[in-house]
């Protein structure tokens, strides 16, 4: 069973826009929870992470925000360029677990000029 | 600076030949995985790996096999492969704390089996 939901498959924003990507878990034990980009045939790249113990992490144009009690965390980017074009995958892990991480589905964004 | 490199990129295999995918890291981190993505269905983590001489069952281990008999290469083998193995395989690695840097993943290898 998927423990990681990304639910929607896609998403269209305007440039100059905000891109707001939703993750929704299961698990109450994760503790960390990443965010990847990829391109077309290229590996996930990471972007941005947060921890349990915090509800809000930002760098430059991506925040992350945490709600434990509703198991969801969503992506914020602002504002939306057009090479952010990309999928994105959310990612949760237990703590001293080997670092396995659940990864989400992914939600391919595009950014329109 | 190389990152994760994976060979090879494309693979087509019939079905129950073997074969082993090779992954090599020049960061020196000490963790590394192999994840599988279809369709649908995200990344799912094969075997991992903590260090040297170290391997551990992931998410969905069956059919495959692995082995870290060095530190910078992470191999994962098919022994007898199946249609249902045909996907792209991802390689990743990363240091023990993963929060602020993530793991590096490799470009990936697209396995065809038929």
């Known amino acids: 069973d998927q423990q990681v939901k990304q639910n929607s498959p896609s998403l269209s924003v305007q440039e100059g826009r905000i891109s707001i990507l939703n993750c929704d878990y299961t698990?109450?034990?994760?503790?960390?929870f990443l965010w990847y980009k990829k391109y077309p045939a290229e590996g996930p790249t990471f972007l941005i992470s947060?921890?349990?113990?915090?509800d809000k992490n930002e760098d430059g144009r991506f925040t992350v925000f945490l709600n434990k009690s509703a198991k969801h965390l969503s992506l914020h980017i602002v504002p939306s360029q057009p090479g952010d074009s990309a999928v994105y995958f959310c990612?949760?892990?237990?703590?001293?677990?080997?670092?396995?991480?659940?990864f989400g589905t992914g939600t391919s964004l595009t950014v329109i000029p | 600076n190389a990152g994760v490199t994976q060979t090879p990129k494309f693979r087509v295999l019939k079905t129950g030949q073997s074969m082993t995918l090779l992954c090599a890291q020049d960061?020196?981190?000490?963790?590394m995985y192999w994840y599988r993505q279809d369709p649908g269905m995200g990344l799912r983590l094969i075997h991992y790996?903590?260090?040297?001489?170290?391997?551990a069952k992931g998410e969905v281990p069956d059919g495959y096999n692995v082995s870290r008999l060095k530190k910078q290469n992470f191999l994962l083998g098919l022994e007898s492969a199946a249609p249902s193995q045909t996907s792209v395989y991802f390689c990743?690695?990363?240091?023990?704390?993963?929060?602020?840097?993530?793991?590096?993943f490799g470009s990936g290898t697209r396995l065809t089996v038929v």
């Open positions: 990743a690695s990363s240091y023990s704390t993963v929060l602020h840097y993530g793991y590096t």
């Open positions: 698990n109450s034990m994760f503790d960390y």
């Open positions: 947060i921890s349990s113990i915090k």
């Open positions: 990612a949760a892990s237990v703590e001293n677990t080997g670092n396995q991480f659940y």
């Open positions: 960061m020196n981190h000490e963790y």
């Open positions: 790996s903590v260090g040297e001489g170290t391997t």
